[in-house]
């Protein structure tokens, strides 16, 4: 196994659509593994493929405090969703440090694939309902921010941006010695 990248906002390629997962090989349970441990490792409770630069439609989430319940979707989609809708705090791997709240459906019906092509739905509500519909966001090339103000979405643009360069800058520092 071995840590990805996660691309950072605004990053354009955080606005790509992902493709449908077609083949379910060797590859495909690679991908499932390492986007586990670079999720735990940053550590967060869901990852979308599109965020490691992988535009597929897979999803990785454990929202247990003990961090053993892997769930794992592919080609998921939303079969029903509630009318209730409920305002969580999210954050977001791609945008570090940021939290805000973002409403979304509070229970969500899901069908998707496993890593073995096999069909499943599941029924979800609170942490993992949220968690579900953020990270199929991002398959759909959206990310969290977007459901903020423009003002708000500024300033996190900018202070992203900002830490960029100075990783950049710093990385340049540390190789010049």
Sequence with gaps: MSLLNILRYPDPRLHKIAKPVTVFDERLKKLVEDMAETMYDAPGVGLAASQVDVHRQLI??????????????????????????????????????????????????????????????????????????????????????????????????????KEEREMQRDKKHSAAR
């Design 60 to 161: 990785v989430i454990d929202t247990s405090e003990t961090r053993s319940d892997l769930r794992v979707f592919i080609n998921p989609e939303i079969v029903w969703a509630s009318a209730e809708l409920q305002v969580y705090e999210e954050g977001c791997l791609s945008v570090p440090g940021i939290y805000d709240g973002v409403e979304r459906h509070s229970q969500v019906k899901v069908k998707a694939l496993d890593a073995e092509g096999k069909s499943f739905e599941v029924e979800a509500e609170g942490l993992l309902a949220v968690c579900i519909q953020h990270e199929m966001d991002h398959l759909k090339g959206k990310v969290f921010v977007e459901y903020l103000s423009p003002l708000k979405r500024n300033r996190i643009k900018a202070k992203m941006l």
